[in-house]
């Protein structure tokens, strides 16, 4: 990625568009979430079947009448409870993990398609945490309240049972379950809320963590390891207020409903008692009313469950909040007018909000700048003038908040993605190789590319002698690949090339190499790049004194517009660059 400043904002208002809701699981996974459809109901059935087997088992065998229709009845709604008992299992982790994935992709596109500039107001770690933690999460969704509201149909049904069997059963019975239902309302509200403030904490954590892992060698060599470990770790009071207090909250629910849980069924069971010695009911219905009564509880004693759809919600929070941010739209233009490159800033503005500041920061103010058709133009400023602010605006890689740019005519964005990223190529000081192995990483841009333009690329760029002498050359698999950070360089200058565009930028892309290399480099793009239209952030004298012309920026705006060596003369323009600067005069 390009050096853009990462502006923050307030989070964007809450929307759901997670798409792990019922339509989105029969979209996604239609076997699975029609069998846990079937499951979670069939499983309610058995469950409100079985006290009535057993029942009449029971005035069977106490009637003296045969017992062989009964004891069928009694395995048939055992055989269907099993049935349904492991097609729920098997169906809910595998809707789960299907939705799991559908919902990941669908944030690494948002992530993708946001990139690093202000419509992005997510910290890495956080972006990481929400994919790791909260999409699984929010995936449970349908599987969490299926099993809810089976437990709650069932409970449901023992009620109706009870009341079926007697009404001063299903009297006794709710006398006592209007409290565990107000228990339950208070625990769903404080479960939600802890669980949010956690995976917030979580993200937290995340973020230093990957701060610190970004910023290892350097903690390594200022000796700050306890320090950075500190800091890491100091959200942990948070989470563990967090998860304890979650805990507590679901310690007491339980609690309540263990306590409130026996008064009922003793209620239900005196009742029935009375019942049958008053001849109202046969010995069979008072059993039949003790599983009824314990069904109808069942929805108390579904706490864990309850922490399951507590846990979707709060996940489902976290990840809508990431997919409700607007990326950049594209345009519908495959096709762009004919011309050579010719890149126009037509009034460009660009500012961010930063922590602790009620005023935006101006990045770029009102830039007018046209770099003509074939030729190279060097960004040269000094650290905050917002040279790689406006080469990343060409290729749409951050959007103005004023202003347009136009490629030969066209405002960039009315051209469709894929016109876009052919048109325009980039490479970045810190290149990330991308592709099972070189020759994949170098097409990356240009899938397809032949053998021959791979290997002409990696030769202008200087990297076809050291990939040679890699054990497996071009087929060298990049993961774990130990190279230097001008090796990466050349190799990122080579996937650019790879991809022929109308217009080639290069954001500090060669800091890495020894001034020799670098000089070789740019004399051979000279050559062989002639006729295309490149953009540079330079930072050394040798990339600024190689283009055709610089564009002096200062404070967000252009200062000056000339060739290295006019510019050479002011000593403002020197200061940008080090003592060691060779003359412009012998450095072309």
């Given amino acids: ?102 919902l990941r992709r669908r944030l690494a596109v948002q992530v993708t398609d946001l990139g690093t500039g202000a419509r992005n107001p997510f ?48 009297v006794g019975f709710l006398g006592g379950l209007l409290p565990g239902l107000l228990v339950v309302r208070l625990f769903m509200t404080r479960a939600t809320g802890l669980f949010t403030d956690y995976q917030v904490v979580q993200s937290g954590l995340a973020a230093r963590l990957t701060d610190a892992l970004a910023g290892a060698r350097t903690i390594r060599a200022c000796g700050t390891r306890d320090r950075e470990i500190t800091r890491i770790l100091a959200p942990l009071p948070e989470l563990s207020a967090a998860g304890h207090g979650l805990w507590r909250a679901q310690r007491n629910a339980v609690a309540q409903v263990l306590l409130l849980a026996p008064m009922v069924e003793l209620t239900v069971l005196s009742i029935a008692g009375w019942l049958l010695v008053e001849g109202r009911i046969p010995p069979g219905q008072l059993v039949a009313a003790a599983g009824y009564a314990a069904l109808g509880l069942g929805f108390l004693e579904q706490v864990e469950a309850l922490v399951g759809v507590a846990h979707a919600r709060a996940g489902r929070t976290r990840a809508a909040e990431l997919l409700a941010v607007e990326p950049a739209g594209y345009g519908t233009a495959r096709t762009l007018p004919p011309g050579r490159g010719e890149l126009t800033f037509r009034r460009v503005s660009v500012r961010v909000s930063e922590p602790g500041r009620d005023a935006e920061r101006v990045v770029l103010d009102g830039i007018d700048l046209t770099v003509p058709a074939g030729a190279c133009v060097a960004l040269v400023g000094a650290s905050g003038s917002g040279k790689s602010t406006l080469a990343a605006l060409a290729g749409r890689l951050r959007e103005p908040d004023e202003g347009e740019v136009l490629l030969d005519g066209m405002p960039v964005t009315r051209l469709a ?17 991308v592709g099972a192995d070189l020759a994949g990483a170098l097409a990356y841009g240009r899938p397809g590319a032949d053998a021959e333009t791979v290997t002409e690329a990696a030769r202008m760029a200087f990297a076809d002698d050291f990939v040679r002498r890699l054990p497996a050359g071009y087929a060298t698999r990049t993961q774990g690949l130990a190279l230097s950070g001008g090796e990466v360089q050349r190799l990122g200058l080579a996937r650019a090339l790879v991809q022929d565009a109308r217009v080639l930028v290069l954001d500090d892309a060669t800091s890495g190499l020894d001034t020799v290399t670098e000089h070789h480099i740019h004399e051979a793009f000279r050559a062989g790049l002639a006729g295309r239209t490149r953009l540079v952030v330079a930072h050394r004298a040798t990339a600024a004194a190689g283009a055709d012309f610089v564009a002096w920026l200062a404070a967000g705006r252009i200062k000056a517009i000339g060739t290295h060596a006019e510019l050479w003369s002011d000593p403002t323009y020197r200061a940008i660059f080090t003592t060691r600067t060779p003359d412009p005069n012998t450095t072309r």
């Fill in 1 to 102: 990625m390009a050096d853009v400043p990462i502006a923050t904002q307030t989070a964007p208002k809450r929307v759901d568009r997670t798409g792990t809701g019922f339509r989105a699981a029969l979209r996604t996974a239609p076997g699975a979430t029609l069998t846990l459809a079937f499951a979670v109901p069939a499983g309610s059935i058995a469950a409100l079947l079985l006290p009535a087997a057993v029942a009449g088992s029971v005035d069977a065998v106490v009637r003296g009448d045969s017992a062989t229709g009964p004891t069928v009845r009694l395995v048939a709604v055992l055989a269907l409870g099993l049935l349904a008992g492991v097609l729920a299992e098997v169906a809910g982790p595998g809707l789960a993990a299907d939705l799991t994935a559908r």
């Fill in 123 to 170: 910290a890495a770690g956080d972006v990481t945490s929400r994919l790791v933690g909260a999409a699984p999460d929010a995936a449970g969704l349908v599987p969490s309240l299926l099993g809810t509201l089976g437990a709650l149909v069932t409970s449901l049904g023992g009620i109706v049972a009870l009341a079926l069997i007697d009404p001063w059963l299903a």
């Fill in 417 to 433: 993605r894929g016109e876009l990223r052919r048109a325009i190529a980039y490479a970045f000081p810190r290149p990330v190789l």
